[in-house]
């Protein structure tokens, strides 16, 4: 059945016409995608698990596995969720359901989103479509590698210090973290609330757009969400006249920067500026200093106090133990992984008593300022652009015993995240054969801007983004 | 460095003032402990004082003044929970009122009721409290099976309503009592420790949770340390207990656990205003058993200084049935609730219109009622028509022409006596009843009062029965009782008055209620004073 269609070539937006057109149904469409799966996840284990009864009457989706699915186990890449079945779906599941989106299966993602490589989930890592021996970026590396794969013509991610724009540009997808607020975390597996974003990954930016279209807008069952200023518009345009770039001179000084990232990062400049952009530099001093120490401060602060619900009483594998104390203790042992430890005990630590205002309240303030000083540089500028990750995809294994080469990973997505701004990844190039993304970010609910120039420069770079190994 | 007259420098004063220090969030002195005084603020810290009283057993004699603050919680009757919308009543089935919300599921996030909002500000007005125009919710991190996230989310330095009073009318006067904070906060589940023997978890062999009572929302109202006795404690309880209800926030019934009240005690020489350690009465489920673990740990602590000792800060459980306190067990490490602000929430902010709104429904409230009625009556008898809930029906009975000592008294002595619902009680029968409660007779009174709040009650039958207050007819009683009873005659007339009633009494057994006890009380008092 397979034959019908080419997976690995299909957009979403192709394939909803095709259904649309009846020239293949749902079903078919669910089962070639499944052919796919079968034919290739071996390699890639980009899913933790699939859903062979398709339920609706559009294109599949594939989730990330922090996502909850009414009926579907969801680990969130942990061992002390196994065999957990959610008896809901998240807002962003139902969501798509119920725009008739079939539910293809769970992806694969670092141990409850931690990671920048996929490598650090209980379930085994996952690969690269581009070169299998390479990461596919993390923590959403599974859904990324599905949609470069032709696993799946989209698939949503979620978002903490850059977990859908990184493994985007390592695996040559488009994807976006929208801006907070805008997108429900209800049912998502939580890991730095304030931080936590659900977003698209999709093949193209119009497929995108689509997407965030589906999944956005205010939600009763989460507090911190709010309707959309305006729709999601469908990006058509092909020139950027007046549009103003501006590009942080700290970003881009970072000699953590790959010289071949670099190069196709400064080509795609050239290219705004012959659409009509203007493109200038500007200063985003503190965001690239004390984002990524402050991001650590606070992201595992929350995760400490997210993650003290696995305690083997309510759900999840329980280990034995002969008091209360040393029941929650081994469960908590066995269940967690290296990451997870690691961050609960830097998070508790931050928040211990003696220590709050030397850490996590100064983290806070911090965070604070590197908010206002983006909203001073959108003042002058509507997008900022930086390369979305220092290096194209690295080999398994490179960085996975140095934590901090990992975190490195997401020195360039962390500061936008903090100031809770939308960021868009775009492939703008090859690296020795291996994608490479360029980080559009916006103001708050500037989406519809990044969507725009992100398909400008799409379209003008025209790039094949299917793996060669694909093709 | 020297110290200054005046100066903490002495150990008492000194272990005061570090407990009293502000509490930051995260630090090891917040909330659940020592909140009371944590959240003080004021400059008691260090007070000028005569340095006499002390510990020193070779002291003077002194008088000691108890302290005593007050952490009480409230449990609102809102229809649903807390952050979600399961049903918030009491009774059901273990884990039928649950959902992943209130159970901590993965990904489920907690969604504020509104009624709870506005009704924590109806009662931090009525409690004379500001209303902070930026409330916080924060998460309160500890690991304990009834707390299913693993995290309690109350607020904590930024509460709904600061800085309140609340005027106790007492006999002599009004007595302020300050509200520090009232705050929301969700409620914890139950434990229900299997096997053992105790009951308690050491010990137990295994635990069941139910969850149903996880997530109810509480109010926890914490008073500044300025209730000076037992009794005082007790009246601002009872006062509080009944501003609660007439608001309509809560049932506030001690016993169903839906008011629960912690003590905080500390004594101090009397005349001084410093602050010694305190320590912490639980486990108390009824305004007499407060003020009894109240007086008891007085006493305790009276004794240990003037013994020479030094009261240690400790939590007490008050055992109902010896009147005794019981050490609860230390814990081996201090609490560290590495509080921080609850990100899946955002801040309270309660529209000024909406305060203005809500202060304008305020009632009249009791201790305005007890007060303007205590100026018709007295203040006992006020301070129990109202505290009792029988003020409307007092109101309309003497509205009705009855006369307003012997109104009150009927209706707090024989109505409340006989288990009669006030409200379905018709003022103006109950009015007939007062006024004509000497002419009839006992039991014919007794009788009406106990059907009174039938549907259709009439008073008139009742009415038309009269005692027998003809002299003729009772005096043969009269000396056969006195005749029956030689001891009490002769200690009556050695100046026991007491006996009167007893002599009365038996008359109006004898006659089985119908005699006039006006009359009889006349006739015995001058056979007696022959």
């Keep these: ?471 | 460095m020297t110290s200054s007259p005046g100066a903490c420098d002495d150990p008492p004063a000194l272990l005061a003032a570090v407990s009293s220090r502000p509490a930051k969030p995260g630090s090891a002195d917040g909330c659940r402990r020592s909140r009371h005084d944590a959240f003080r603020g004021r400059a008691e810290h260090c007070p000028l004082r005569p340095r006499t009283a002390s510990n020193d057993p070779g002291a003077r004699e002194v008088s000691w003044e108890p302290v005593i603050g007050l952490e009480i919680h409230v449990q609102l009757k809102t229809r649903t929970k807390m952050f979600c919308r399961c049903p918030a009543g009491f009774g059901a089935g273990e884990n039928t009122q649950t959902c992943p919300v209130c159970l901590g599921f993965p990904g489920a996030l907690p969604v504020p009721n509104r009624l709870a909002l506005e009704w924590v500000v109806k009662l931090g007005l009525a409690l004379g409290c500001e209303i902070a125009p930026r409330a916080v919710f924060a998460r309160k991190n500890y690991f304990y099976p009834d707390l299913p996230k693993g995290y309690q989310i109350s607020q904590y330095d930024l509460p709904s309503c600061i800085s309140g009073k609340m005027l106790v009318p007492l006999p002599e006067g009004d007595h302020a009592v300050g509200i520090v904070r009232a705050h929301l906060e969700e409620d914890a589940a139950k434990n229900v420790h299997v096997g053992g023997r105790t009951g308690r978890i050491g010990g137990a062999e295994h635990t069941l949770v139910d969850y149903n009572r996880g997530g109810t929302p509480l109010v926890e109202i914490v008073t500044a340390p300025d209730i000076h006795s037992a009794e005082e404690a007790k009246r601002f309880l009872q006062l509080l207990r009944q501003t609660i209800v007439e608001l309509g926030i809560s049932d506030a019934e001690m016993e169903k656990g839906t008011l629960r009240v912690d003590a905080n005690v500390s004594v101090r020489p009397a005349g001084t205003d410093e602050l010694r350690t305190r320590c912490e009465i639980k486990n108390m489920n009824s305004f007499t058993h407060i003020a009894r673990g109240i007086e008891a740990e007085v006493a305790r602590q009276i004794g240990v200084w003037e013994s020479g000792g030094e009261v240690e800060q400790h939590t007490y459980d008050f055992d109902v049935a010896t009147g005794t306190l019981t050490p609860r067990r230390a814990k081996e490490e201090a609490d560290d609730y590495r509080y921080f602000p609850e990100p899946d929430l955002v801040p309270v902010e309660p529209p000024a219109e909406m305060v203005e709104r809500l202060r304008g429904e305020l009632p009249e409230l009791p201790a305005a009622r007890i007060r303007r009625i205590g100026e018709l009556l007295d203040h006992e008898r006020a301070l129990v028509l109202v505290t009792g809930g029988l003020e409307r029906l007092w109101e309309g009975t003497v509205a009705a022409g009855a006369e307003g000592v012997a109104a009150s008294n009927v209706i707090s002595n024989q109505i409340v006596g006989a288990g009669v619902d006030p409200s379905v009680v018709e003022p103006a029968e109950l009015a007939k009843l007062v006024a004509a409660r000497e002419r009839i007779p006992r039991k014919a009174f007794d009788e009406a009062i106990s059907r009174i709040g039938e549907p259709g009650f009439t008073a008139d039958p009742f009415l038309a029965q009269e005692a027998v207050s003809d002299t003729a007819a009772l005096e043969p009683i009269v000396d056969k009782i006195l005749a029956a009873n030689p001891a009490q005659v002769e200690q009556y007339r050695g100046g026991k008055d007491g006996l009167l009633g007893f002599f009365v009494g038996q008359v109006m057994k004898e006659t089985k209620g119908q005699a006039d006890a006006r009359a009889v009380n006349e006739l015995v008092r001058a056979k007696l004073g022959a």
């Design chain 1, 1 to 471: 059945m397979s034959a019908l269609v080419d997976t690995a070539r299909l957009t979403a937006e192709n394939a909803i016409a095709l259904v649309e057109r009846g020239e293949i149904s749902a079903a078919e469409l669910h089962a070639a995608y499944l052919d796919a799966i079968g034919e290739r996840d071996g390699e890639l284990h980009a899913f933790l698990r699939t859903v062979a009864e398709p339920e609706g009457a559009s294109i599949p989706i594939a989730l990330k596995d922090v996502i909850s699915t009414k009926g579907v186990e969801t680990t969130a890449g942990s061992r002390i969720l196994a065999g957990y079945t959610p008896v809901f779906d998240a807002t962003v599941a139902a969501r798509c359901k119920a725009s008739g989106l079939t539910l293809l299966g769970k992806t694969n993602t670092d141990e409850f989103a931690m990671g920048s490589s996929t490598e650090n989930s209980a379930y085994g890592p996952s690969h690269n479509p581009w070169d299998p021996s390479r990461v596919p970026g993390g923590s959403g590396g599974g859904t990324a590698a599905a949609v470069s794969g032709g696993l799946a013509p989209w698939g949503l991610g979620s978002d903490t210090g850059g977990s859908i724009k990184q493994p985007s540009a390592l695996c040559g997808n488009v994807g976006l973290r929208p801006t907070y607020g805008t997108v429900s975390r209800f049912g998502v597996v939580a890991f730095a609330s304030s931080l936590d974003q659900v977003g698209p990954v999709a093949k193209t930016v119009r497929d995108t757009a689509l997407l965030y279209r589906i999944i956005s807008g205010r939600d009763p069952a989460d507090s911190t969400t709010v309707d959309l200023p305006s729709p999601v518009e469908l990006p058509q345009g092909e020139r950027l006249d007046g549009v103003r770039i501006g590009v942080p001179r700290q970003a881009v000084a970072l000699e953590a920067i790959e010289p071949g990232v670099r190069a196709e990062f400064e080509r795609s400049l050239e290219l705004a500026a012959e659409l009509g952009a203007e493109v200038a530099e500007c200063d985003l001093p503190l965001s690239f200093d004390y984002g990524l120490p402050c991001y650590y401060l606070i992201a595992p602060a929350e995760a400490s106090s997210n993650l003290a619900r696995y305690d083997g009483v309510r759900y999840g594998p329980r280990s034995e133990g002969a008091t209360y104390r040393e029941m929650v203790e081994r469960t908590r042992d066995e269940g967690f992984g290296a990451e997870p430890k690691r961050r609960i005990m830097l998070g508790t630590y931050a928040l211990s008593a003696g220590y709050y205002d030397a850490y996590y309240g100064q983290a806070q303030k911090v965070r604070t300022l590197i908010g206002r000083e983006h909203a001073e540089a959108f003042e002058q500028f509507d997008v900022l652009a930086t390369p979305t990750s220092p290096t194209v995809a690295f080999p398994i294994g490179e960085k996975a015993a140095d934590p901090l080469a990992m975190y490195a990973c997401d020195l360039l997505t962390i500061p936008s995240c903090l100031a809770g701004l939308p960021g868009l990844n775009v492939p703008c190039g090859l690296s020795d054969g291996l994608p490479v993304g360029l980080q559009l970010i916006g103001p708050q609910f500037a989406e519809n801007t990044l969507f725009r120039v992100g398909y400008a420069l799409e379209q003008a770079l025209g790039l094949d983004l299917v793996p060669g190994r694909l093709r």
